[in-house]
């Protein structure tokens, strides 16, 4: 299973814009469902947001969707620190990523 964390700070006059796009990315993923995907994307007070993706073998790209490309584009102009992602491992999970 893939496990990725996302980190990134957003500039104040973009940060609604940001979220909106990203939340254009779960609407898309409510309407197709894809299997073996797992989202949750959380925002800081300060602008920062944290995107918690995991993946099973042979679930979609996330670049499959088209939500998810409009909000990839012009992503780096809209931050003040740009995205660092990184792949984690799951120390602990209670009920927040299911089973």
Avoid: W
């Amino acid at each position: 299973m893939k496990q990725i964390l996302v980190r990134y700070r957003t500039k104040p006059e973009s940060a609604d814009t940001n979220e909106k796009l990203i939340k254009a990315v779960f609407d898309e993923l409510g309407e197709k469902a894809p299997q073996g995907i797992r989202y949750l994307t959380l925002r800081q007070g300060n602008g920062t947001f944290v995107h918690v993706f995991t993946a099973e073998e042979g679930a979609p790209a996330m670049m499959e969707f088209a939500s998810f490309r409009a909000f990839q584009d012009g992503i780096r102009e809209r931050c003040i620190e740009p995205p660092d992602a990184t792949d984690v491992t799951i120390v602990g999970n209670y009920r927040m990523l299911g089973a």
